[in-house]
């Protein structure tokens, strides 16, 4: 059974540039939600995925977006680099009809904006 | 404002010894309350608890929830290397979007 995959594993941009992130989730499940997590902190909610749609939002600016395909799976894209989007991007997949609290983790892209 | 506070933020150990981690929240609709483990990159689920006083157990793991006093605790016994993580918990209200706290590192010396 595929756990949750993410990639790029790793990714270096530069400020001002565009960034997008890919997101599989564990079979069987159909919400995605994203996460931010800097160094030595707590992931952050950015946004979650549900047919196809944006269902919550975190306090993100609109430089971070997102879809959903009809398969599931996810990007997220974040416009405008700063250095401050430096950090672990955090995929998480559940199944809404178990309650959307059950939130299994992929390994994560580390994202380094310089 | 949604918050969750873990404690401590550090802890050093011998192993096995037994350790207990701390966890307060204030989620508006509050309906569970989830433990996980991260090593390097991946949170790793351990439990999510929905009622108070209940004990969930896995192995030397094991975790309770009060929902009158808004805190749960996440015991390790018996100790080994293999558990030095960070490990975080997080709140989740109706929404399903989970508030994590700024974790707690452990590191288990031999």
């Known amino acids: 059974d595929a756990g949750v995959t993410q990639s790029p594993t790793h990714l270096i941009k530069t400020r001002g540039q565009q960034v997008t992130l890919r997101c599989s989730p564990k079979?069987?499940?159909?919400?995605v939600s994203w996460y931010q997590q800097a160094l030595g902190q707590g992931p952050q909610f950015i946004f979650q995925y549900y047919e196809e749609e944006e269902r919550q939002r975190g306090n993100f600016p609109d430089r971070f977006s997102g879809h959903q395909f009809p398969n599931y799976s996810s990007e997220l894209n974040v416009n405008a680099l700063l250095l401050g989007d430096s950090a672990l991007y955090l995929c998480?997949?559940?199944?809404?009809?178990?309650?959307?609290?059950?939130?299994?983790f992929g390994p994560g892209t580390r994202l380094t904006v310089t | 404002e949604d918050k969750v506070v873990q404690s401590p933020l550090s802890l050093v150990v011998h192993e096995g010894d037994t350790v207990t981690l701390n966890c307060s929240y204030e989620v508006t609709n509050f309906r569970s309350l989830l433990w996980y483990k991260q090593e390097k990159k991946a949170p790793t689920f351990l439990f999510m608890l929905?009622?108070?006083?209940i004990e969930k157990k896995s192995g030397r793991l094991s975790s309770i929830l009060d929902k009158k006093e808004l805190f749960s605790i996440l015991n390790i016994t018996a100790t080994q290397t293999g558990d030095s993580a960070v490990y975080l918990c997080?709140?989740?209200?109706?929404?399903?979007?989970?508030?994590f706290g700024q974790g707690t590192t452990l590191q288990v010396k031999p």
């Open positions: 929905t009622s108070s006083g």
């Open positions: 997080a709140g989740s209200g109706n929404t399903g979007k989970l508030i």
């Open positions: 079979s069987g499940h159909d919400t």
């Open positions: 998480a997949s559940s199944l809404r009809g178990r309650g959307v609290h059950e939130q299994y």
